[in-house]
């Protein structure tokens, strides 16, 4: 389709340009279909008309307008040759945060084409989650081996964004979750805890102004998400050694106030989560607790000009929001948001969480006038999972900031428009986390696409969980249906996915089966179980690693994936012992296989009482009970 393109878009035109690849349009210099843009302020969002193969968008801002042509070459393949569209922006921004510390590092190419679906679907902004992956001067260790970005590659990430009108805002830590760097001895005149940085130290700002200036310098936004969550262990290590023990709201708020005055040197506006305020204000110390009343002399005492963002992945009440939110606002500026798209700590997406709870969290902060909304796509413990799986939740976030309220099958007809990905299939991915034990939906949040192929087939962890399942039967089934997904989506999308379906489709079971065949003495089905069963697992675990290998390299820079790839080496080595075990016992060769001897206890003992199989956040529990390292004291 060849387009004409005329008006107020000459800013917009290489923006444009990079459109065409994607979404089948050729930018002519005269003749086709004409499109006109028209910039005005005083309108809220966009306006399209088209008839007889001309038309004009008026827009606001350059979202509004890239949103819009994405509107009108869906309709044209559709074949509308009429269109009128009216749409009005709900909220200031909106985007995606990118989670690009858990191990992967995304490569620039999948970052840009995120971009560009981001640019179509209306996104305004996206927040670039760094704990470590950019580079700070004179501190070498900062991000080593672990995929850092240049300076270069982040202002050609900024360039790229800012053709579409995308605000891209580094989003660093200035408190916690800073293990990655503080494990290394050069950094450990920074250290209070494993985490925490060593506050009231002179050393410490300084290395934080660095830290600052660098994050922010290849960008053209003045905004700077400082981070700041989940920080209950600061003042508790080497801090109170040093200066004895002080309450943590006063060191939390004397370091907000070094941390502004920075902010404040480089002109930039800082955010900051929300909850550890929360949570000092709570009787139960939970950031979630929506009875708590922020106290006066929080109140009081924190800075104005900071934007406090509540984050919630899960809650479904809008009572909670409205609570929360108000709370927030009592700081004198108006708080932002954070919802998640749930793929951490799985391989599967779970939107039945994550929609259930963006639903009322969106509504409420319409109604509450909050102006700034994120969606966070999170990596904790190795990113297995695909980031691309978030794509039906980021048009949900898209549609949610363009109207009052959506129809689901609107959703689903842009989300399939500007992925080029059914959401059908991605909504099908919610199954991986479904086999037969687990409630409806998945409410209760469980794993067991991680926990099942991970643990340990002579451990069995989990097996307890499964051991009146037939999982087994389930995850064929569900690979057959991912596989027709996967044959109707160019470029082995769902390659991973369906891979590991076949292997948990074998594996699922086999500690159970395992574990009765040797109490039933029955030598027989054990033969069976070490020669031919294991053996088609460890081919299957060979195909599924070749599968998330070709996926992670194509997407990713490699650091990191070799932690996943030691999963899958120590994967396959214990179900080669497994075998070997197995055949000892057999042949006679040892009396018993202790580790069968053992009984099999629920990891999670609650799991017995309800209809979930449990939650499990960490690979080294899934693998083995026992010591996979030393923690030594937390400094």
Partial sequence: MDILFKGDVENLRSGIEELQDAFGFTVAEKGGTKLTGKQDNHVKGLIVEFDKGAGTITYQQPCHFFRALGLVLEELNKGNKQISIQEEMQFSSV????????????????????????????????????????EVEEEPYFGYMRGRYSEEELRELDDYANQFGIELIPCIQTLAHLEEFLKWDAAYKYKDTRGALLLESDDTYNLLDRMIAAATKPFRSNRIHIGMDEAEEVGRGRYLNINGFKNRFDLMKAHLDKIVEITDKYHLHAVMWSDMFLKLASETGDSYDKTTDLPEYIVNQLPDNVQYMYWQYAQADKEHYKRMLQQLKRFGSTPAFAGGMWVWNTFAPNYQISLTASEPALTVCKQEGIEDVFVTLWGDDGYENNVYNALYGLQYYAEHAYHPEIDVNHVKERALFCTGIDPDALLALNKMDQPPGVDKGNTLQTNPSKFLLWQDVLLGLFDKHVEKMDVGVFYEQLAEEIRQYNQQTPGGFFDVPEKLCRVLAKKGNLGVELKAAYDAADREKLQDIAGRVIPEVIERVKTLQAAHRKQWLCLNKPFGWEVIDIRYGGLLQRLDTACVRINEYIKGDVDEIDELEQERLYYSPNVEESSGLGWCSYYYRMASPNVFFHVLPIY
């Fill in 95 to 134: 985007g995606p945060m990118f989670d690009l510390s858990r191990n992967m590092t995304m490569k620039l190419s999948t970052l840009k084409d995120f971009i560009r679906k981001l640019a179509v679907m209306g996104h305004n902004a996206a927040m670039l989650y760094m704990e470590d992956t950019y």
